[in-house]
Every structure is written in C-alpha cells, then in structure tokens.
C-alpha cells in the first residue's frame, strides 16, 4: 500500500431520492490495454479522456520503465513506442492490470525486468500467466508463481501455443494477447480449466486490438489466435468507467431516484448489455439515450439469483444493494474475486455482517438475507469497491463510515467529491 495516512471517511445518507448526471473519468480498462497497445504500435498514439487514477499512472510508469515514452501532463496522453528495455523495475502498486499485462511486455526486452507492488499484491495470483510465458520459452523467476517475479527477456519471443489456467482471472489471457501480436510469429492462447471469469473484458481485449488493426480469430471456444504484426498507433477516445460508475447508479435503485452517466457512447466496449441486466434484476430500469446512460429506481431494491461471473467487479456494489434489498439474495459465479484486491468474498461476509445482514460465503458466491442493518466504520482492506460498497450501504442507513478512502484513488482520483455531488 502507499504510505498515506489513513483517511476516515462517513458516507452521507441519502435526503431524499437521488437524480442527476454525474461525468465519470475514463475507463480504468481501456485506458490500461491503450497505453500497452500504443508502446508496442508502429507510431505515436494518443488517449483522449483516459483514466488518471492510481492504477494507470502505474501503467504508464512501468511502461516508462520499459523505454516508452509517456507523456499524461497534458488532458490527452501521447504515447511514442520504442523497444522495451532491459534492465528495468516495474512498481505494480495493486494493479491487476499493470501485473498481468507488463509481464508480456517484458519478455521482448534484453534482460532482467522485476515486478513487485504492494503486500496485497504479492497475494494476488499470476502463476498460469508466468507460466504461460515459460512455455514461449522466456525464463521467469516467481517463488511460488507470486509477486515478486522477474522476467528474463531474451530479446523477442518465438511464436507459439500457449495453454493455461485462465479461471482465476480473466487477465492473464488480456495480457498475453495484447502483447502477443508483437511475438515474431503471433500468438495462440488456449484456456484449460474451469470458466474464464470477466468474459467482457476479453471481449474488450479483442476489440481494442482488432480496432488498432490486429487480426484476432476467437473462432473457437477458449481459443484466442493473434496475427504476428504490431498494432496501429492511433487515437483512442476513452469511455466513462461503466464499473467505477456503478454505486453512482445503485443510488438510484436504492433511494427511487434517476441518475444519468453522462457522455455514453452509443458503441461501447464495456459490458451495457450485462450491467442494464444486472439493474434491471435488482428492481431498476435502464436505459441508453442521447444523454447517456440511465438507471431509475423505484426505492425498492429486489433481491435476486445473479451469476455476476461477467461482471465480477461489481459483486461489493451488489452485495451492499443485497443488504438493502426486499428478500434473500444469491450472487453466484464469482469464486475468483478472492484474489481480488482483498479476498472480497471474506471482507464482504465480515463487513457487511458486522453491519446486521446475514451474510454467508459460499464455493462461488454470497448469500445475503437483508437484517436490520446499523451504522458502524467498514474496513476496506485498501480495496475500492469494499468503500463503494459501503458508500452504497451508508445512503440508507445512518452512521456507516470506511477506516480509508484514500484507497478508492486506485481507480477515481475524487470518489468522494464526485459522491457528496450527486448524493449532497
Ligand atoms: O482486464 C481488465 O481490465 C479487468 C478484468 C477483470 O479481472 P478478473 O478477470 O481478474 O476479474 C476485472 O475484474 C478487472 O477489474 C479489470
Ligand atoms: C479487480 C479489480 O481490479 P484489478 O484490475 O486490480 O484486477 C477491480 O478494479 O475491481
């Protein structure tokens, strides 16, 4: 973690219903895969609206690291690509992003690249990636196929087949794609295990590369085969955060109220279909407009059976939603967010137990039975969604507080300021 002082934080209660627009930054995930695609382009590239929050100036740290030129001071960032350097430090704070996309990045350098971040970090999982680059022949040095893991380039990587375990995060298969495309002769990266979790990530991965002109065949069920040929440099125009803008939408469900994220594309690369699903299940209605998207509430939240395997990040919101819900609630799918930021299957039982629901884990899942509910501080763990969750659980019910806010810059430079405006 960073060595901030704790920052306490109380979540405002809801006056009354909560309508209006609020204007989300850029999407932490396409900003990440730009900044890589734009380092391994043919020419310069450019991003407009991206993200500027812990997590992606990670990434254009590392990749600074790597020998690219990065340049975040003006509104639009530029990227100049060049070949990735060795040796070199990579600082993943506790970006799954930055440690499951540079590592692909650093095998096409001439040395030693470390990878560390923050002591969470070093728990996340990342072994099927590291894996996944040993059988392109790169030697990698991981103790237990966790952070701290040096990758030892050799200069370039040989094409190849690569067959991994993508069950515990969906960002292994990203980042060997992303990069893969600047391996000699392309990439083929084969899925052997239980469901890929966070399908439309990988959705996004394939779009982005297929938008900056890489061939991408995905013909086959978990099969993803990248063309040898680098990416465009190109102008990216990132979309609002659709996962950062979710309890900002679920105050709407919660207090009858309407609330508008401004500036939605009408083609977007992010999960509409599934988020306006999900919504919708939980008693709202949603809607895509010329002013963005919507989501109506009635004040009643239903509870319901939700596979959140696509959406995974968004199970800390919907679990506070579930606390707050008319009946028993059952999130399924989701068993690989305990290696999240925190194990958020255990923080979300504690926290949101502590506060009255009856909340039990289950292999894949919460159950959620609505209690009478009572304020109190939840611990975050230094994870954002756990203070959006509590964000969420604070409209409606008094005195609930987070032990740090800070942790929520991880992905939104001002989550509190953007919340007390739209929530007063
Ligand atoms: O590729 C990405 O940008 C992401 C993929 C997902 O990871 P997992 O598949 O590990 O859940 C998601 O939860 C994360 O917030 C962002
Ligand atoms: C799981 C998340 O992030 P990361 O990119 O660090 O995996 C998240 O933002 O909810």
């Not at 977007?268 to 999900?278: G, K, Y």
């Amino acid at each position: 973690m960073s060595s901030t002082p704790a920052q306490p934080w109380s979540a405002p209660r809801a006056a009354g219903p909560v309508r209006g627009d609020v204007r989300l930054p850029g999407s932490k995930s396409m900003t990440a895969r730009a900044l890589v695609l734009g380092a391994l382009g043919t020419g310069v590239s450019t991003l407009e609206g991206p993200l500027v929050a812990r997590d992606t100036a990670l990434m254009a740290d590392g990749l600074r690291a790597l020998g690219t030129g990065v340049d975040t001071d003006a509104a639009a960032w530029t990227v100049r690509p060049a070949a990735p350097r060795a040796p070199a430090a990579v600082d993943v704070g506790l970006a799954g992003t930055v440690m499951r996309f540079l590592p692909p990045v650093a095998a096409l350098a001439d040395g030693p690249v470390l990878f560390d971040g923050d002591a969470a970090a070093r728990r996340r999982p990342l072994g099927p990636l590291l894996d996944g680059l040993r059988q392109l022949g790169v030697a990698v040095t991981a103790a237990d196929g966790r952070l701290p893991a040096t990758v030892h380039g050799r200069g370039g990587v040989a094409s190849g087949t690569v067959t991994i375990d993508a069950s515990a995060s969906s960002q292994f298969v990203s980042g060997l794609l992303l990069a893969g495309a600047a391996y000699a002769g392309g990439l083929t990266v084969r899925h052997a295990g239980p469901p890929v979790p966070s399908a439309p990530h990988l959705r996004m991965t394939v779009r982005m590369l297929r938008a900056a002109g890489v061939a991408v065949d995905t013909a086959a069920p978990d099969v993803w085969v990248v063309a040898p040929g680098r990416p465009a440099g190109r102008r990216w125009t990132v979309e609002p955060d659709l996962a950062g803008a979710a309890p900002f939408l679920a105050a709407a469900l919660v207090t009858g109220g309407r609330v508008t994220l401004a500036h939605w594309p009408r083609d977007s690369v992010q999960p509409v279909a599934e988020v306006a699903e999900l919504f919708t299940l939980l008693g709202g209605a949603v809607e895509v407009t010329g002013a963005g998207l919507t989501v109506s509430g009635t004040g009643t939240v239903t509870g319901a059976d939700l596979d959140l395997r696509a959406v995974s990040e968004l199970t800390p919101v919907v679990a506070a939603l579930a606390t707050l819900a008319d009946r028993p609630s059952r999130l399924r799918g989701v068993a690989h967010i305990r290696g999240h930021e925190t194990d958020r299957l255990a923080a979300l039982a504690g926290q949101l137990g502590d506060r009255g629901a009856a909340v039990t884990e289950t292999d894949d899942g919460l159950r959620i039975t609505p209690g009478r509910l009572r304020g109190g501080v939840l611990a975050t763990f230094g994870d954002h969604r756990m203070a959006h969750a509590a964000a969420v659980l604070g409209l409606a019910v008094d005195g609930v507080g987070v032990d740090d806010v800070g942790c929520t810059r991880k992905t939104l430079p001002d989550f509190p300021g953007l919340w007390s405006a739209l929530v007063g």
